[in-house]
């Protein structure tokens, strides 16, 4: 599995690619949403993970453009946020994410995210 | 002062005690303002005396403050959550690279939230603690990241009244923080 994961926090994208790793995920890291859109559109992985909290607000309208594009909008994307109203799994489902992870993000539940959202059966841990 | 503030002075000093013995600290100000007081004790001050000083009232102070068993220093707190190298996968490389890169987007972080608390900034101030809290939230942290939730809640209120006592906490709980992660990097 290929992955995507845009996110401008380092720690978490380095834990993240760290952990998913070793579990036969290979992670392309995209620090803003300008840079996902770029690598999603050139490359298009088999998941994209997106954090919609990223500096200049763009994390939002990023899903909105992936889940428009013909090349992009039927990729899984799976949304992380630092915080959220009640509203805000439902606001993201409506854009098209598949599923919604309040940060801090433990690694094993997004592992288990992507195979659910890309069909695959998880590898043991 | 300039450079840091007496409130952030204290906070990093109660930050490096961690448990052990507490120096008492008396704060002198010529700020009246009610809250003054109780924003240098929730600092972790011990006492406060206004300027124009009297040599009394500080006299008064040192002493009430010297007397008696030293008080001790608030418990030491186990910082970075047990769980930790369970959540890294039993990795400790893993956990000490991730240490090191937090610690060196650790300056910038900090100074983007200090510079959003003078420039009574709640925008800025909410975007540069959400970055900060975000990050400490990957190692646990829950006594750094609930003083982050706090002063990123006045800003997203817009209310700043305190917040120079938020941030001295915060400071304080991110330098306990930082310097038990320096351990590990």
């Given at each position: ?6 996110d401008?926090?380092?720690v978490?994208?380095t ?27 050139r ?22 453009k992936?889940?428009?594009?013909t ?25 098209g ?18 195979c659910?959202a ?8 | ?10 906070a990093?000093?109660?930050g490096?005690e961690?448990?052990g013995?507490?120096?008492?600290i ?14 240098c ?8 005396v ?12 040192i ?11 608030q418990?030491?707190l186990?910082?970075i ?18 240490a ?19 420039q009574?900034d709640p925008?800025?101030?909410?975007a ?17 990241v ?7 809640t ?8 305190g ?23």
């Open positions: 599995m290929k992955i995507l994961l845009a401008d926090d380092r978490l994208t834990l993240l690619t760290g952990r998913l790793r070793p579990r036969g995920v290979e992670v392309v890291v995209a620090h803003d949403a300008m840079q996902a859109l770029m690598s999603a559109m490359s298009p992985p088999d998941a994209i993970v997106l954090d919609i909290q990223m500096p200049g607000g763009t994390g939002l309208e990023a899903l909105r992936l889940k428009t594009s090349k992009t909008s039927s990729i899984p994307v799976i949304v992380l946020s630092g915080s959220g109203t009640k509203d805000t799994p439902r606001e993201v489902t409506e854009l994410a598949d599923e919604f992870l309040l940060k801090p993000v433990d690694p094993e539940a997004l592992y288990q995210a992507l659910r890309t069909g695959q059966a998880p590898a043991p841990s | 002062m300039p450079e840091m503030s007496g409130l952030e002075a204290t990093a000093i109660r490096r961690n448990g013995r507490r120096t008492p008396i704060a002198m100000t010529a700020r009246v303002l009610k809250g003054d007081r109780e924003e004790l929730a600092a972790g001050m011990d006492d406060y206004s300027k124009p000083l009297s040599p009394k009232a500080l006299f008064q102070a002493d009430a403050a010297t007397s008696g068993p030293p008080r001790p220093s418990e030491p186990a910082v959550g047990d769980g930790l190298v369970a959540h890294m996968g039993g990795d400790r490389a893993l956990l000490r690279e991730l090191a890169i937090f610690l060196q987007d650790y300056p910038a972080r900090l100074a983007a939230v200090r510079a959003a608390v003078g009574r925008g800025a101030l909410e540069a603690v959400h970055a900060l809290r975000g990050a400490a939230a990957n190692f646990g942290a829950d006594e750094a609930a003083a982050a939730v706090r002063l990123e006045m800003a997203r209120e817009r209310n700043l009244g917040v120079e006592a938020a941030f001295a906490e915060l400071f304080g709980c991110m330098t306990r923080f930082t310097v038990e992660l320096g351990g590990l990097a």
